[in-house]
Structure formats: structure tokens, C-alpha cells
């Protein structure tokens, strides 16, 4: 039961979690801070039970639907359900389990309707994801778009409302994520291609693939300083943005389209470090203050 359960946290890449979690944390703890909405630790235990849940079943979803397409290519042949690791019915019932779960959790919230009212329809965007890739190139927008539901859906559950802050947030998720997914999709232009699968690098080639990850980034920059300045947010949060923006370029200088041996250090090591380095300025910040 260990080893399958080790199995099935590899199998989603839990450890990934650290790229959206953050950002929903910020959020939250942004809208902590407003007078009318005084923390409160069960909203806490809402917002990561969510998350942790929601992008579960949605990542045990794609290796069910993407799991003849992962055994034809090798990079990822060796994944947990084409390698016989982990059989369907395995994948299939942990993956309903991770849906109610999400469901579940946002009963935490009540008697604030909007969670449990808008889980299904979150949870099918999800999940949708895992198609695009069949009919559109702007997949990697899709997943950014799943992504950034998170600070906004958290702004939602302890505010019962949108707001700007949580939209820039959003913002931010949504070029930062469509970027980094365009560089990691240059490793498969050429399966993708020859498997008739959609993708900017298989369509346009990865010269391009590369300047508008490039743009998606700098995008991603402009909407940091954008929610400093609308947020309230002071030096210290400044301070960090900076440094985030020199990370992204950073990144971009790593790979090159004669050399993409660099993209796993650029997708995990360098993101990893933006997303919960920018949960730390944010907490700094509103402490400093």
C-alpha cells in the first residue's frame, strides 16, 4: 500500500504542487488582510484541501487520458501507467476519490455558497486540459488559464466576491504558466508533430515557440508590478518582483533553440523558486508593514 500510494504522488507529481499552491496562499492571505475578512483557520485548511484535491484529479485525469500517447513517446514511456506501475482501475478510482474530495472541501467555506456552487464547473475546466492538446495550439494557454483559477477561486471563497487584486494575480499565473508550458512543450515538437498532436513549438517551430514564451514572460513582469501597485503593496514586495523578473529572463537565457538540455532546470528548479518566493515577499511585506 506504500509503495502504491509513493506511486500514485509521483504519478501527479505532488512535489509540483509548489508552482499554484503559493499563489492561491497569496491571495488568501491578501484578502486576510482587508478589515471585513479576519482569518479564519478553517478557510486556511479550505484553500490548501482545494488545491490539493483539485490539481490531483486533474493531473491523475491527464495520465488517464494521455496514457497511449506517454507510451509512444520516450520521454515519457517510463511514466507510472504505460510502465505497468499503476493499473487503470488504480488511476481511475484514485481519481474520482481527489474529485469528491475537492467537492468535499469546499464545504469548508459555508455558509459562503460560491465554493461548493462553482466546484463542478471548476473541476470540468480542469479536467478539460487534457483534451486541448488534440484541437488546439494554445493548449499551454489552457493550462494557464486552469492555473490561475486558483487565486482568484480562493479570493472567492473567503471574500464572496472578484476583485482587481486577485484578477493581477491571475494575470500573473496566466503568462507566467503559458510561457514556461510553451518551453517545456519544445522537448516533444517533433512527437507532437509526427503524432499530429497540437503545440506552438510542433505548429510554428521552436524559434518562435521561443520569443513568445519570451513575450508571455515579460507580460508576466508587467502584471507583477501592475498588482504591486494596485495591491498596496511596499518595498519589500518590490524588492522581490525585481528579483522574479531577473529569474524569468534568467530562465530564457538557459535555453536556446539548439539547446534545450536545460529546460527541466529552467521548468522546475527556477519556477519552483518564483512561485514560493513570491508567497514569501508577499507574507514579508504585509508583515513589514
Given at each position: 500500500m506504500?509503495?502504491?500510494?509513493r506511486h500514485?504522488?509521483e504519478?501527479?507529481?505532488?512535489?509540483h504542487?509548489?508552482?499554484?499552491?503559493p499563489?492561491?496562499l497569496?491571495?488568501?492571505?491578501?484578502?486576510?488582510?482587508?478589515?471585513?475578512?479576519p482569518?479564519r483557520?478553517r478557510?486556511?485548511?479550505?484553500?490548501?484541501?482545494?488545491?490539493?484535491?483539485?490539481?490531483s484529479?486533474?493531473m491523475a485525469?491527464?495520465?488517464i487520458?494521455?496514457?497511449?500517447?506517454?507510451?509512444?513517446n520516450?520521454?515519457t514511456?517510463?511514466?507510472?501507467i504505460?510502465?505497468g506501475l499503476?493499473?487503470?482501475?488504480?488511476?481511475?478510482?484514485f481519481?474520482?476519490?481527489?474529485?469528491g474530495?475537492f467537492?468535499?472541501s469546499?464545504?469548508l467555506?459555508?455558509?459562503n455558497?460560491?465554493?461548493?456552487?462553482?466546484s463542478?464547473p471548476?473541476l470540468?475546466f480542469?479536467m478539460?486540459?487534457?483534451?486541448a492538446?488534440?484541437f488546439t495550439?494554445w493548449?499551454?494557454?489552457?493550462?494557464?488559464?486552469?492555473?490561475?483559477l486558483s487565486?482568484?477561486?480562493?479570493?472567492?471563497?473567503?471574500?464572496?466576491?472578484?476583485?482587481?487584486?486577485?484578477?493581477?494575480?491571475?494575470?500573473?499565473?496566466?503568462?507566467?504558466?503559458?510561457g514556461?508550458d510553451?518551453?517545456y512543450?519544445c522537448?516533444?515538437?517533433d512527437?507532437?508533430?509526427?503524432?499530429?498532436l497540437?503545440?506552438?513549438?510542433?505548429?510554428w517551430?521552436?524559434p518562435f515557440?521561443?520569443?513568445?514564451?519570451?513575450v508571455?514572460?515579460?507580460?508576466t513582469?508587467?502584471?507583477?508590478?501592475?498588482l504591486?501597485?494596485?495591491?498596496?503593496?511596499?518595498?519589500?514586495?518590490?524588492?522581490?518582483i525585481?528579483?522574479v523578473?531577473?529569474l524569468l529572463?534568467?530562465?530564457?537565457?538557459?535555453?536556446s533553440?539548439a539547446?534545450?538540455?536545460?529546460i527541466n532546470?529552467?521548468?522546475f528548479?527556477?519556477?519552483?523558486?518564483?512561485?514560493?518566493?513570491l508567497?514569501?515577499?508577499?507574507v514579508?511585506d504585509?508583515w513589514?508593514?
Amino acid at each position: 500500500m506504500l509503495q502504491k500510494l509513493r506511486h500514485l504522488l509521483e504519478l501527479i507529481r505532488f512535489s509540483h504542487t509548489v508552482f499554484a499552491l503559493p499563489f492561491a496562499l497569496l491571495s488568501a492571505i491578501l484578502a486576510w488582510h482587508l478589515p471585513e475578512s479576519p482569518f479564519r483557520g478553517r478557510q486556511l485548511a479550505g484553500v490548501v484541501l482545494c488545491m490539493v484535491f483539485a490539481r490531483s484529479a486533474a493531473m491523475a485525469f491527464n495520465r488517464i487520458v494521455d496514457r497511449r500517447i506517454d507510451a509512444g513517446n520516450p520521454r515519457t514511456a517510463r511514466r507510472h501507467i504505460p510502465a505497468g506501475l499503476l493499473s487503470l482501475p488504480t488511476v481511475v478510482a484514485f481519481t474520482i476519490f481527489c474529485a469528491g474530495a475537492f467537492v468535499a472541501s469546499t464545504l469548508l467555506f459555508l455558509p459562503n455558497p460560491w465554493p461548493v456552487i462553482l466546484s463542478v464547473p471548476v473541476l470540468l475546466f480542469l479536467m478539460g486540459y487534457s483534451f486541448a492538446k488534440r484541437f488546439t495550439i494554445w493548449c499551454h494557454y489552457w493550462l494557464s488559464a486552469a492555473l490561475m483559477l486558483s487565486p482568484i477561486a480562493a479570493w472567492i471563497a473567503i471574500r464572496g466576491e472578484l476583485a482587481v487584486t486577485p484578477a493581477l494575480l491571475s494575470a500573473v499565473i496566466f503568462f507566467w504558466v503559458g510561457g514556461f508550458d510553451i518551453l517545456y512543450a519544445c522537448q516533444d515538437a517533433d512527437f507532437d508533430r509526427q503524432e499530429r498532436l497540437y503545440s506552438i513549438p510542433s505548429r510554428w517551430g521552436i524559434p518562435f515557440a521561443l520569443r513568445l514564451a519570451l513575450v508571455s514572460h515579460l507580460l508576466t513582469i508587467v502584471a507583477l508590478f501592475a498588482l504591486w501597485h494596485f495591491a498596496g503593496l511596499g518595498v519589500v514586495f518590490l524588492v522581490g518582483i525585481s528579483a522574479v523578473a531577473v529569474l524569468l529572463l534568467y530562465e530564457h537565457w538557459l535555453v536556446s533553440p539548439a539547446d534545450l538540455t536545460r529546460i527541466n532546470l529552467a521548468f522546475f528548479h527556477v519556477n519552483a523558486l518564483i512561485s514560493m518566493g513570491l508567497l514569501l515577499v508577499g507574507v514579508a511585506d504585509l508583515w513589514w508593514r
